[in-house]
């Protein structure tokens, strides 16, 4: 009976011991001030969406380590909020290390297009076609899309835009395209025509017949009598003489 007594009372004060243990080192770790926010902010660009001098500035008001003197008293769920508000971050997190330094990671998102919509603003899409909005003084060179665009007919234009960033042939010289609401008109970097795409059917085979026909006429003088290819016909390609060409 003695030696089981004993035996409770080795356990009791090993538990005892280690409870101890944790609550002195766990108290002498929120007991100390925030050291720092490390911001790790990932960009596609050197001057993406994000300004990372501001976000630092406004996670350091958010900690306000003037008043919280204790680590658990930083409102890390206020941090991890507002990072999350920012409309062009794909992923976020927030934590506060043993080392009593708050690391918060940002990924930016990463536009391939932008869309000016017909009520004058203007929206970033990315590869999957997410939405973001725009942002002043943002300048990046990618494809553009405009017209008579509305927040409805961004899915079709994205569809159209991306069949164009998809070809190794558009990519490189088309630089804008138009849609007037029912058709597509291509803005080329290296001819001073139009080029019709038509309706959003069938894209990537009317960019074919476009890259087949321009790399056929390349330097041909032909083309300066052009005001107009049309791509919009099934095995055909319509071409309108510029009028002030004899």
């Given at each position: 009976m003695m030696n089981k007594f004993l035996k409770?009372?080795?356990?009791?004060?090993?538990?005892?011991?280690?409870?101890?243990?944790?609550?002195?080192t766990h108290k002498e770790h929120v007991?100390?001030?925030l050291k720092g926010v490390e911001l790790n902010l990932?960009?596609?660009?050197?001057?993406?969406?994000?300004?990372k001098n501001v976000v630092y500035r406004k996670i350091m008001n958010i900690c306000?380590?003037?008043?919280n003197t204790d680590i658990t008293m930083i409102p890390v769920d206020s941090v991890r909020n507002y990072i999350k508000s920012i409309p062009w971050a794909v992923y976020t997190d927030a934590n506060i290390t043993f080392d009593e330094v708050m690391v918060v990671n940002i990924i930016e998102c990463q536009p391939i297009m932008r869309v000016f919509l017909k009520d004058g603003h203007?929206?970033?899409?990315?590869e999957d076609g997410n939405v973001y909005p725009e942002r002043f003084g943002f300048l990046s060179h990618m494809l553009i899309g405009s017209g008579n665009i509305t927040k409805n007919?961004?899915?079709q234009v994205f569809m159209v835009m991306k069949s164009v960033l998809n070809n190794s042939y558009s990519k490189c010289c088309v630089k804008q395209v138009y849609y007037d609401g029912r058709n597509y008109e291509l803005v080329m970097n290296?001819?001073?025509?139009?080029?019709?795409?038509?309706?959003?059917?069938?894209?990537?085979?009317?960019?074919?017949?476009?890259?087949?026909?321009f790399e056929q006429m390349q330097g041909s003088p032909?083309?300066?009598?052009?005001?107009k290819i049309n791509f919009n016909f099934d095995n055909q390609v319509v071409c309108t003489r510029n009028k002030t060409k004899k």
């Open positions: 409770i009372s080795g356990w009791v004060l090993t538990v005892a011991a280690i409870a101890c243990l944790w609550y002195f007991a100390h001030p990932i960009s596609a660009n050197e001057h993406g969406f994000i300004d306000d380590t003037v008043h203007s929206v970033y899409l990315d007919d961004i899915p290296n001819v001073d025509l139009k080029v019709v795409l038509g309706d959003g059917e069938n894209t990537d085979a009317k960019l074919q017949n476009m890259q087949y026909f032909e083309l300066k009598n052009y005001s």
